[in-house]
Structures are given as structure tokens and as C-alpha cells.
Nanobody, 122 residues
């Protein structure tokens, strides 16, 4: 079973920076190609993609964070990071770590972290 532990959330002023970390345990080669990433859910909003990265370093970002956020991962440590710069009040959300394992011809399996709160004050 995959277990995700997130850290790095907190309160920051607009224009500030934060880095989130998510360490995954229990990942095995049998799970296939692993994509790691971050989603967020603001108050009264649906959960949305923030950024993802494949093992081969292919990234995908939400338009709202392009140029401000950067995702990185350490494959040896099964850890993914989200470097957030120039934070805005609208970035205030609970941020969730997400891991997907995809094997050929199989339904992808996904796991979620418990979430970490990021609050940006104006």
C-alpha cells in the first residue's frame, strides 16, 4: 500500500514563497509508470490539478500557476516537491499530493495524501 506524507504548508503573505514536499512509501516496480503531482481544493471549490511530473520529468501545470510554481521530484527518494513563488491569495487551498501508477492495458491506480493547508494573506 502506498503511503504519502506531505509537509511544508503554512501561512504566507502575498508575494511570498513556500515549498511543499511529499514523501511516498510503498511504491514498487509492479505499479508501473509512476506520475507524482499536486492538486488543490479551495473553499467551496472542486479539487483541481496544480502540477504533475512523470518519472521521465514530463510536467503538466495548471495555467493559473505557470511561471510561478515549479514541480520537481527525487526518484531515488520517491519524493515530489512543489516550489511556489509569488503566491497570491487565490492560491489559498488545501494542497494534496497525488500518485498514479499506470501499467499497460490496466486501470491506473491512484493514491492521495492527507492534504496540507496553504494560506496566502493579502
Amino acid at each position: 500500500q502506498v503511503h504519502l506524507v506531505e509537509s511544508g504548508g503554512g501561512l504566507v503573505r502575498a508575494g511570498g514563497s513556500l515549498t511543499l514536499s511529499c514523501a511516498a512509501s510503498g511504491i514498487t516496480a509492479s505499479m508501473g509508470a509512476i506520475t507524482m503531482g499536486w492538486y488543490r481544493q479551495g473553499p467551496g471549490k472542486e479539487r483541481e490539478l496544480v502540477a504533475t511530473m512523470t518519472r521521465g520529468a514530463v510536467t503538466n501545470y495548471a495555467d493559473s500557476v505557470k511561471g510561478r510554481f515549479a514541480i520537481s521530484r527525487d526518484n531515488a527518494k520517491n519524493t515530489v516537491y512543489l516550489h511556489m513563488n509569488n503566491l497570491k491569495p487565490e492560491d489559498t487551498s488545501v494542497y494534496y499530493c497525488h500518485v498514479e501508477g499506470r501499467r499497460p492495458f490496466d486501470i491506473p491506480k491512484t493514491w492521495w495524501g492527507q492534504g496540507t493547508q496553504v494560506t496566502v494573506s493579502s
